[in-house]
């Protein structure tokens, strides 16, 4: 019973993904997208995304950190991606998606080049480092366009970069006092934020983008039998929807690069929203263990089986994006 139940939440997860993801408004692109031609994928984020790398600081990153930015060539094409050290108690959803779970990157069935740092927010100048060796977005960004871009490749119509960044930067502003403006505030976030973003687009990663939204963090366990839960749910709520704007404004101003979206607010609050069926018993509580019923690996992070519904839903919108076309 138990197989047929989880086969049926991978099911679900999959039929149901066209719902949370959409090509960015002005964006004319998308009929050129096709996700089965995608061979590199480039990631930038935090500890929902980070992998653990043989270079990399240990359950931190892929490679290097904020007192080491720089890396040779030959080091940068002998880091493996460590088995199943993630933040969750496995593998990550960008490890699903590309297929790329350990080893030598460039064997994988999709090339993963994963830059995000646990831990990270958008940028140290605005909110402080989790640790004085974290590295923000804007500086992962940074080390790729300084150390990676003439190393690895990324064709245009063959490379897919990943952005999912905002997790800590709306947790982190919980119990700020000085800011009165949060609109204000989120708009000097995105400005950063999308900087890194042109930054990135200028120094070659023009192929396909997609953007992922902040999931509901008054959900997670650190959060739901607090006083904070309405403050982070409000900033969650309006950082999605700056965002939203400056995906529309980036794809505006990009025609012929494939903009896309993914919904992971309104994903998460589908799945823990109808757990049962899902597969999941548990959503409010966590284990760090490897028991499928539990939601949250931890206080704020997802289990493994999380991960994996996840990228069967984003890897069914990536395939409905190429359907379009």
């Not at 993963?112 to 909110?127: E, P, Q, R, S, T």
């Amino acid at each position: 019973m138990r197989m047929l139940l989880r086969s049926f939440a991978t099911v679900a997860a999959t039929a149901s993904a066209s719902a949370f993801a959409s090509v960015a408004a002005g964006n004319t692109a998308a009929s050129s997208f096709d996700w089965q031609s995608i061979e590199y994928v480039y990631a930038f984020g935090d500890s929902y995304t980070f992998v653990q790398g043989t270079h990399g600081l240990a359950n931190f990153s892929f490679i290097g950190d904020l007192f080491d930015l720089s890396f040779t060539p030959g080091e940068l094409l002998t880091d493996e991606i460590v088995y199943k050290n993630t933040s969750s108690d496995g593998a990550n959803w960008i490890e699903y998606l590309t297929g790329c779970f350990a080893g030598d990157p460039a064997f994988c069935p999709r090339k993963l080049w994963d830059f995000a740092f646990a831990g990270a927010d958008i940028d140290g100048n605005i909110l402080p480092l989790h640790h004085n060796f974290t590295i923000p977005l804007v500086d992962q960004v940074k080390q790729w366009v300084t150390y990676a871009k003439d190393v690895v490749p990324h064709p245009v119509k063959n490379t897919l970069t990943a952005w999912w960044i905002g997790i800590n930067d709306t947790g982190d502003t919980i119990s700020n006092a000085t800011i009165t403006d949060w609109t204000a505030f989120w708009n000097a976030e995105m400005t950063s934020y999308f900087n890194a973003v042109q930054s990135a687009y200028d120094n070659g990663l023009q192929g396909a983008h997609l953007f992922i939204n902040v999931p509901p963090g008054e959900r997670a366990p650190a959060h739901t039998d607090s006083d904070d839960q309405d403050t982070i749910k409000a900033h969650i709520e309006l950082y999605n929807s700056v965002l939203a704007d400056y995906v529309a404004a980036f794809a505006k101003e990009h025609p012929d690069t494939n903009v896309l979206t993914f919904d992971a607010h309104s994903w998460f609050n589908e799945v823990l929203d109808n757990a049962a069926v899902y597969g999941f018993t548990n959503t409010t509580g966590y284990c760090t263990c490897s028991d499928p019923s539990y939601f949250w690996y931890n206080t704020g992070h997802p289990t493994e089986r999380v991960h994996r519904l996840l990228a069967a839903a984003i890897g069914s919108s990536l395939k409905n994006a190429s359907a379009r076309g």
